[in-house]
């Protein structure tokens, strides 16, 4: 097995020049994860904010601008209560230990989705965490919480409808700018690249606007088991991806003759 220590880090291989500005990644497997083991669901979100804690560390380190995470979607509402309690105990918990280190290393805490929906500690405590790091200049790392990607078109849209009742925004000015702007991810660059491991290939209402250009990454791997190793790959594997956004191979290399 390759080593993951410091000096021979995976991550180290990589083209540097060819990395995402955003990537966003739909953590999944962590229940089955734990089945396969014999053990409780919970166990696998426990071991998944471990994961979390990995990756956001090496894409702070690599550079990247921004890391959307899709940790608790519209539809998670209907979980057992007890699977709910147990992922708002562990995003408390995950916001708490990492507090510092954001502050200390640049890192700007922003939430997309329904949060008011979050219990009200664990609300208090993210808004705290998102004031004391508002600061942070080299890395985003945007919370998916409550989310919907249905939900936030519709939201933008009633946004831009309650601004043109008012008169202060004509329906002729409505054009992509002005509905990005009505979005959660309002300021952060498109998403370059998506990733969604334990082997589904779905997009599960996650980021329907910005995804439109993305670059797809599925891997089988659980999301437990997604560390330095299985992020280098899926990076490599962006590097090596001939981004057109609709243009011709041959018009991208000036060469369209
Ligand atoms: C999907 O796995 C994962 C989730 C619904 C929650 C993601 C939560 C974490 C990674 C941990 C806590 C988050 C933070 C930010 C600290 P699943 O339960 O749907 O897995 P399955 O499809 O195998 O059942």
Same mark, same amino acid.
């Given at each position: 097995?390759?080593?993951?220590?410091?000096?021979?880090?995976?991550?180290?291989?990589?083209?540097?020049?060819?990395?995402?500005?955003?990537?966003?990644?739909?953590?999944?497997?962590?229940?089955?994860?734990?089945?396969?083991?014999?053990?409780?669901?919970?166990?696998? %979100?426990?071991?998944?904010?471990? &994961?979390?804690?990995?990756?956001?560390?090496?894409?702070?380190?690599?550079?990247?601008?921004?890391?959307?995470?899709?940790?608790?979607?519209? *539809?998670?509402?209907?979980?057992?209560?007890?699977?709910?309690?147990?992922?708002?105990?562990?995003?408390?918990?995950?916001?708490?230990?990492?507090?510092?280190?954001?502050?200390?290393?640049?890192?700007?805490?922003? +939430?997309?989705?329904?949060?008011?929906?979050?219990? +009200?500690?664990?609300?208090?405590?993210?808004?705290?965490?998102?004031?004391?790091?508002?600061?942070?200049? %080299?890395?985003?790392?945007?919370?998916?919480? &409550?989310?919907?990607?249905?939900?936030?078109?519709?939201?933008?849209?009633?946004?831009? +409808?309650?601004?043109?009742?008012?008169?202060?925004? &004509?329906?002729?000015?409505?054009?992509?700018?002005?509905?990005?702007?009505?979005?959660?991810?309002?300021?952060?660059?498109?998403?370059?690249?998506?990733?969604?491991? &334990?082997?589904?290939?779905?997009?599960?209402?996650?980021?329907?606007?910005?995804?439109?250009?993305?670059?797809?990454?599925?891997?089988?791997?659980?999301?437990?088991?997604?560390?330095?190793?299985?992020?280098?790959?899926?990076?490599?594997?962006?590097?090596?991806? *001939?981004?057109?956004?609709?243009?011709?191979?041959?018009?991208?290399?000036?060469?369209?003759?």
């Amino acid at each position: 097995m390759a080593s993951t220590s410091p000096e021979t880090s995976p991550l180290d291989r990589l083209d540097t020049s060819a990395l995402p500005r955003h990537l966003a990644v739909i953590m999944d497997g962590n229940g089955r994860w734990a089945k396969s083991k014999g053990w409780r669901r919970v166990r696998g %979100h426990e071991e998944g904010a471990e &994961s979390v804690r990995v990756v956001v560390r090496s894409c702070r380190k690599l550079g990247l601008e921004a890391l959307t995470l899709y940790a608790f979607s519209e *539809e998670n509402w209907a979980r057992p209560k007890a699977e709910v309690e147990a992922l708002m105990r562990l995003l408390g918990r995950f916001l708490k230990s990492e507090r510092q280190e954001m502050i200390d290393r640049g890192i700007r805490l922003r +939430a997309s989705g329904s949060v008011e929906r979050l219990p +009200a500690k664990t609300r208090q405590l993210l808004e705290q965490i998102m004031a004391d790091t508002a600061q942070g200049e %080299h890395m985003v790392l945007n919370l998916a919480l &409550s989310y919907g990607g249905r939900q936030e078109l519709v939201r933008a849209a009633r946004r831009l +409808a309650v601004k043109a009742v008012a008169g202060k925004l &004509s329906p002729d000015d409505i054009g992509e700018a002005e509905l990005e702007n009505e979005l959660y991810t309002v300021g952060l660059p498109q998403v370059d690249l998506l990733i969604r491991t &334990s082997g589904e290939l779905r997009v599960s209402n996650f980021l329907l606007w910005q995804i439109a250009y993305a670059e797809f990454y599925f891997t089988d791997t659980y999301w437990p088991d997604f560390r330095e190793e299985e992020l280098a790959k899926a990076l490599m594997a962006f590097g090596g991806r *001939e981004r057109r956004f609709g243009q011709t191979g041959e018009q991208l290399k000036g060469d369209d003759a």
